[in-house]
């Protein structure tokens, strides 16, 4: 029988699927010991039995990849957190095979188990709920561990949600108050906090001197052309009329007093809205079929210094409650950047406006986020000083738009179960849940 105490539950890279973990496991993992799960040696890996830390991420990631509904019995669920990583998960393999010598182990002299459920034990095996801890840990049940489920619904509790799907309560209470108070007083506020979170999403080194990126806007300038000009005409006649695409200050940002209210910017203050590649350009201002589309490229004229909200960076969170409570408002906030709304609805952008006005006083140069409207995975670059780019000369496309493509999911929802009879189960009520 193999030594445990030098290899007893080593997971590799290979046999974590969520990218944090792979991350974590090749940052911080060792070389030549045997994966317990794929059986593999000469592969990074990091031993969960010895390195708290790893065992604390796992717990962090059941919380984005599952709601306390799935595996809690106080709401309903099954209570048994290690199923969910017997079966088909997100964040590892699932090899189980409890007539493997090898994965049986001894732990003390007549006593020995699985390595899988030893692993799974090790993970789950203490202060799972708020109350058991100072803030020091990632808890999986909410409330305290004495209460029932209905119990903690009367007295205001409401089960995790996957933080996939969860809101800030921050997010939230500022979004309101946006709705009674000025700006300028909760700038104020904010400043604070987010100096304090600037360095998670800081990037300073991928947007330099002359890097390139794209702007669009519908339309066109009409040039008309003579014979003389050296165009070859199809049809006699002395001059026609030729679509040329926007140049230079035409395909730019507007000068302030024309610059109307935007998604990071308000009203008479102009940003320079950028695209990582001409496609996610023309997707973000929402062309119809038909129309024109002049498209121009920029450079960026020094390094800037840009708050990235492309990937927010688990690793920089997993640790206990209070980040995680982090991450999820950072998140909010990439989500919120990443999607457009209609015209009408622009009293949407307050939120948006209000948080990239307390980044441009912490010193960013401006804001990078995801594209949720691109083909092809692209991003978008606001500037907040445009002069710290400039149009290419040349560099003007016109594009005709052919057609426009939507792409659906569908949403869980089971049409067998009565959801008007709301005897038997919790519902979300007046801001929380409850029987």
Request: net charge negative.
């Given at each position: 029988?193999?030594?445990?105490?030098?290899n007893?539950?080593?997971?590799?890279?290979n046999?974590?699927?969520?990218?944090f973990?792979?991350?974590?496991?090749?940052?911080k993992g060792?070389?030549n010991?045997t994966?317990?799960?794929?059986?593999?040696?000469?592969?990074m890996?990091?031993?969960?039995?010895w390195?708290?830390?790893?065992?604390?991420?796992?717990?962090?990631l059941?919380?984005?990849?599952?709601?306390?509904?799935?595996y809690?019995?106080?709401?309903?669920?099954?209570?048994?957190?290690?199923?969910?990583?017997?079966i088909?998960?997100?964040?590892l393999?699932?090899?189980?095979?409890?007539?493997?010598?090898f994965?049986?182990?001894?732990?003390?002299e007549?006593?020995?188990?699985?390595?899988?459920d030893l692993?799974?034990?090790t993970?789950f095996?203490?202060?799972?709920f708020?109350?058991q801890?100072?803030?020091?840990?990632v808890s999986?049940?909410?409330?305290p561990?004495?209460l029932?489920?209905r119990?903690?619904a009367?007295?205001?509790?409401?089960p995790f949600?996957?933080?996939?799907?969860d809101?800030s309560?921050?997010?939230?209470?500022?979004e309101?108050r946006?709705?009674?108070?000025?700006?300028?007083?909760l700038?104020?506020?904010l400043?604070?906090?987010?100096l304090?979170l600037?360095?998670?999403?800081?990037n300073?080194r991928d947007?330099t001197?002359?890097?390139?990126?794209f702007?669009?806007?519908?339309?066109?300038?009409?040039?008309i052309a003579y014979?003389?000009?050296g165009?070859?005409?199809?049809?006699?006649?002395n001059d026609?009329?030729?679509?040329?695409?926007?140049?230079?200050?035409?395909?730019?940002?507007?000068?302030?007093?024309?610059?109307t209210a935007?998604?990071?910017?308000?009203?008479?203050?102009?940003?320079?809205?950028?695209?990582s590649?001409?496609?996610?350009?023309?997707?973000?201002?929402r062309p119809?079929?038909?129309?024109?589309?002049s498209i121009?490229e920029f450079?960026?004229l020094?390094?800037?210094?840009?708050?990235?909200?492309?990937?927010?960076?688990?690793?920089h969170?997993?640790?206990?409650d209070?980040?995680?409570?982090?991450?999820?408002?950072l998140?909010?906030i990439?989500a919120?950047?990443?999607?457009?709304?209609?015209?009408?609805?622009?009293?949407?952008?307050?939120?948006?406006q209000?948080i990239?006005?307390?980044f441009?006083?912490?010193?960013?140069d401006g804001?990078?986020?995801?594209?949720?409207?691109?083909?092809?995975?692209?991003?978008?670059?606001?500037?907040?000083n445009?002069n710290?780019?400039e149009?290419?000369?040349?560099s003007?496309?016109l594009?005709r738009?052919e057609?426009?493509?939507?792409?659906?999911?569908n949403?869980?929802?089971d049409?067998?179960?009565?959801y008007?009879?709301?005897?038997?189960?919790?519902?979300?009520?007046?801001?929380r849940?409850?029987t």
């Open positions: 029988m193999q030594d445990f105490k030098i007893i539950l080593s997971i590799c890279t046999c974590a699927k969520d990218e973990l792979k991350k974590y496991i090749n940052e060792i070389y010991q994966c317990i799960l794929c059986k593999k040696e000469n592969l890996t990091v031993d969960f039995y390195n708290k830390e790893i065992r604390t991420l796992v717990r962090a059941v919380r984005i990849y599952f709601s306390e509904f799935e809690s019995s106080f709401w309903g669920g099954v209570n048994n957190l290690p199923h969910l990583l017997y088909e998960n997100p964040i393999t699932h090899i189980y095979n409890e007539n493997d010598e994965d049986w182990v001894e732990l003390e007549g006593y020995g188990c699985h390595r899988i692993l799974f034990e993970i095996e203490k202060n799972l708020t109350d801890h100072e803030g020091n840990e999986l049940f909410n409330g561990s004495t029932s489920g119990e903690r009367n007295e205001g509790y409401s949600i996957k933080l996939t799907k809101v309560s921050l997010f939230t209470n500022y309101l946006l709705q009674s108070e000025n700006h300028f007083i700038e104020s506020e400043i604070e906090k987010f304090a600037s360095h998670f999403i800081e300073n947007f001197k002359q890097m390139s990126y702007r669009a806007r519908i339309g066109y300038n009409n040039h014979q003389d000009s165009i070859d005409f199809d049809v006699d006649f026609r009329v030729i679509k040329v695409p926007y140049m230079g200050a035409d395909i730019s940002c507007p000068p302030p007093p024309k610059a935007g998604r990071l910017n308000r009203v008479n203050v102009s940003y320079l809205y950028l695209s590649d001409s496609e996610t350009a023309i997707s973000e201002i119809h079929p038909s129309n024109y589309v121009g450079s960026l020094e390094d800037i210094r840009i708050a990235d909200f492309r990937k927010i960076n688990l690793l969170f997993f640790k206990n209070r980040l995680l409570d982090d991450y999820v408002l998140s909010n990439a919120k950047f990443s999607i457009p709304i209609t015209p009408e609805e622009k009293e949407g952008y307050l939120f948006t209000l990239t006005e307390v441009r006083k912490i010193g960013f804001i990078c986020f995801n594209s949720s409207i691109s083909n092809n995975n692209g991003y978008n670059l606001v500037i907040f445009p710290k780019a149009y290419k000369q040349g003007s496309v594009k738009v057609k426009v493509k939507f792409e659906t999911v949403e869980k929802f049409s067998k179960f009565d008007e009879n709301e005897e038997d189960y919790i519902v979300f009520k007046e801001g849940w409850q």
